[in-house]
């Protein structure tokens, strides 16, 4: 017959970010950007060219690298430094649905790929490797070796060629999801991230 008079104390409820969803909100704030000497590729660059079937056999990837473009640009996959951009038209990587495709491009350094438009099933297989790839119908005309920026999702910026200002080609806005997995360094990492799995030098 006799209640308890105390009154309850409010408990103040307090959310707590594991360390995992805070760099994930980083990454996604922070705006990504290349800055690169280009190399210009024309429309319908297939996987055929990017790598030559007979260079699939080799036991690595790296192995396969130097071979990268041959058909088409014997000397390329030699001329292309780390931080390079590819420029290319309309239709990049059709043909099959070969992985090494987007893989030997990685492997080469190259910082991202620009095209007017790309054969779907490379896209995905470059997205899924952790290689950039920005898509641009109205791609202006760039000349090989001309140093551009490029803000996926944002704008492509080049030096005018009349006073050092710069000009501006605005870029369709990426899907959230295409560019945490590109964040993440390719589907398979990003997974591993998400479920807590990296190792110390992986998570670096």
């Given at each position: 017959?006799y209640g308890n008079?105390k009154?309850?104390?409010?408990t103040?409820?307090t959310?707590?970010r594991c360390?995992?969803?805070?760099?994930n909100?980083?990454?996604?704030?922070?705006?990504k950007?290349?800055t690169g000497k280009?190399?210009?590729?024309g429309d319908d660059?297939?996987t055929?060219?990017?790598?030559?079937t007979e260079?699939l056999a080799?036991p690595?990837?790296a192995?396969?690298a130097?071979y990268?473009?041959?058909?088409l640009?014997p000397k390329?996959?030699?001329?292309?430094?780390p931080g390079?951009?590819?420029?290319a038209?309309k239709?990049f990587g059709?043909g099959?649905?070969?992985e090494?495709?987007p893989?030997?491009?990685?492997?080469?350094g190259?910082?991202?790929?620009v095209?007017?438009?790309y054969?779907?099933?490379f896209?995905r297989?470059?997205?899924?490797?952790g290689?950039?790839v920005?898509?641009?119908?109205?791609?202006p005309?760039l000349?090989?070796g001309?140093?551009i920026?490029?803000?996926?999702?944002?704008?492509?910026?080049?030096?005018?060629?009349?006073?050092g200002n710069?000009?501006e080609f605005?870029?369709?806005?990426?899907?959230?999801?295409?560019?945490d997995?590109?964040?993440?360094g390719?589907?398979?990492?990003?997974?591993?991230r998400?479920?807590?799995l990296?190792?110390p030098?992986?998570?670096?």
């Amino acid at each position: 017959m006799y209640g308890n008079n105390k009154k309850r104390q409010k408990t103040k409820k307090t959310s707590i970010r594991c360390p995992e969803e805070e760099r994930n909100r980083q990454m996604q704030t922070e705006k990504k950007a290349f800055t690169g000497k280009i190399w210009r590729l024309g429309d319908d660059v297939d996987t055929d060219i990017i790598i030559p079937t007979e260079y699939l056999a080799l036991p690595t990837v790296a192995a396969m690298a130097p071979y990268a473009f041959s058909p088409l640009r014997p000397k390329l996959a030699g001329q292309i430094q780390p931080g390079d951009i590819i420029v290319a038209g309309k239709n990049f990587g059709c043909g099959s649905s070969r992985e090494q495709a987007p893989e030997v491009i990685k492997a080469l350094g190259v910082a991202c790929v620009v095209a007017k438009s790309y054969a779907r099933i490379f896209f995905r297989n470059a997205v899924n490797n952790g290689l950039w790839v920005v898509e641009c119908p109205d791609l202006p005309e760039l000349a090989e070796g001309e140093t551009i920026t490029v803000k996926p999702g944002d704008c492509i910026t080049r030096a005018s060629a009349a006073g050092g200002n710069t000009c501006e080609f605005p870029l369709s806005k990426m899907p959230q999801n295409v560019q945490d997995i590109l964040e993440g360094g390719g589907l398979v990492a990003q997974m591993r991230r998400l479920n807590g799995l990296l190792t110390p030098a992986e998570g670096k």
